[in-house]
């Protein structure tokens, strides 16, 4: 099928919620990808910092293969062996206490909200101005842009305190607070770290209020930041914690993991999900997790983030960022300059008029950080 042609049918077969980019992906390898006419492309998008270890990570198709021959479904009816073993995983990687296995970052969100009600009774939840966590009802309520909400009012719809200001957070959160949900480092806003500063004055707050603090580390877990969790930046331990994208190697999965003042708030039917922590996305995370870890990708993303960023700085550009999580301000408009890098065998995402969110698997070389940086300079 011809591009042309896949774009017409795509507009007839599927509903419109989408600004795609015309380009037919086919295949995929580390930091690259080929179009369906074997134009390659270096991926600085990695399906929204989900591609971690990179396309097609030959652990991850390895441990997808044995596994789907072994067991793809069962239920929660019954235990499985991998659901264990990656939770345990998990606990051991964040220090978290308790885990739930869903199949998206807003379900993992969704999950948080309810254990939220469970063990606070309350319903109120404060969120920072460019906050995004989600889609569905609940997280939509919590997600700032106005435009995203708007049209699905009546939501359960967040009090929004202006990122990074510790007074606003102060006067915001009360006694009939439920809690608080911060990215640690925001992503669709266009990579906002929070200070270190803010994030333990917000554990303080939350702490002196009865409230919980929830970090959405959805996008910036897995090595994301240059740390296994961007939570270990500042130290500070939320009580709950969301994570999807890059968990199973891109595979659909999420997860909401509580610490032990809370874990015993979710009772038997309080929530379920059919899908939820499967024998197939389980082994895709647990082969996604040992590859990290044998590859030495976290500590990789802090030097390759560092090396992106000194060389970001040698162009008219502001940049800033953890990790190879890194957001790009440029005087030009943003989507010119995302077309016209793919053009170059280039593709970059924009988060904004005039912002770029690199993301790029964290197994990406210098020569590809090279050559991307040169594209941009290009194409200012
Ligand atoms: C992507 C994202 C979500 C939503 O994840 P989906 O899997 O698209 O539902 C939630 N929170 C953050 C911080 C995200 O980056």
């Known amino acids: 099928m011809s ?10 077969a599927i509903f419109q919620t989408y600004t795609r980019q015309p380009v037919l992906i086919a295949r995929g390898s580390g930091a690259r990808v080929w179009d369906q ?8 998008v990695a399906g929204i910092a989900v591609n971690n270890v990179g396309h097609c990570h030959p652990r991850v198709v390895e441990a997808i293969k044995r596994q789907c021959e072994l067991l793809i479904h069962t239920s929660n009816l019954y235990y499985t062996e991998n659901q264990v073993r990656l939770a345990e995983e998990l606990k051991s990687l964040s220090g978290m206490d308790k885990v739930f296995f869903c199949n998206s970052g807003t379900e993992s969100v969704e999950a948080a909200l309810k ?11 404060v ?4 906050s995004f966590h989600g889609r569905t009802l609940g997280a939509l309520g919590l997600t700032y842009k106005q435009s995203y909400r708007e049209p699905f009012r009546p939501l359960n719809e967040a009090t929004f305190v202006p990122y990074n200001d510790l007074e606003a957070l102060k006067s915001a959160v009360t006694k009939e607070t439920a809690a608080v949900i911060l990215e640690p480092v925001q992503g669709e806003a266009g ?8 994030l333990r004055a917000a554990r303080e707050i939350c702490d002196d209020r009865g409230a919980l603090l929830i970090f959405d580390e959805v996008q910036t877990g897995f090595g994301r930041t240059g740390r296994w969790f961007a939570k270990e930046h500042s130290g500070v331990m939320p009580d709950i914690m969301t994570l999807a994208k890059a968990i199973a190697g891109g595979l659909p999965m999420g997860a909401m ?16 999900s059919t899908f939820g922590g499967g024998p197939l996305v389980c082994a895709a ?11 030495n990708l976290v500590r990789r993303s802090e030097e390759m983030g560092s090396y992106l960023l000194r060389e970001l700085s040698r162009l008219p550009v502001s940049a800033r960022g953890l990790g190879l999580m890194v957001g790009v301000d440029i005087d030009k408009d943003a989507r010119a300059v995302v077309d016209a890098a793919r053009a170059d065998g280039v593709l970059l995402n924009s988060t904004g008029e005039h912002t770029l969110r690199l993301v790029p698997p964290l197994v990406v070389t210098k ?14």
């Not at 969120?127 to 460019?130: D, P, S, V």
Request: glycine share 8%; net charge negative.
């Open 3 to 12: 591009i042309d042609d896949i774009i017409k049918r795509e507009s007839r």
């Open 37 to 44: 006419d074997g134009r390659e492309y270096i991926d600085f």
């Open 115 to 125: 254990l939220t009600r469970r063990a606070t009774g309350r319903i109120e939840i």
């Open 127 to 130: 969120a920072a101005t460019g």
């Open 191 to 198: 990579v906002y770290p929070a200070s270190n500063e803010y």
């Open 257 to 272: 993991l509580s610490n032990e003042n809370i874990s015993g708030c979710f009772q038997r039917g309080d929530h379920a």
């Open 285 to 295: 995370a647990l082969a996604s997790i040992s590859a990290i870890r044998d590859e």
């Open 367 to 380: 020569e590809e950080i090279d050559r991307v940086v040169d594209v941009i300079g290009e194409r200012l």
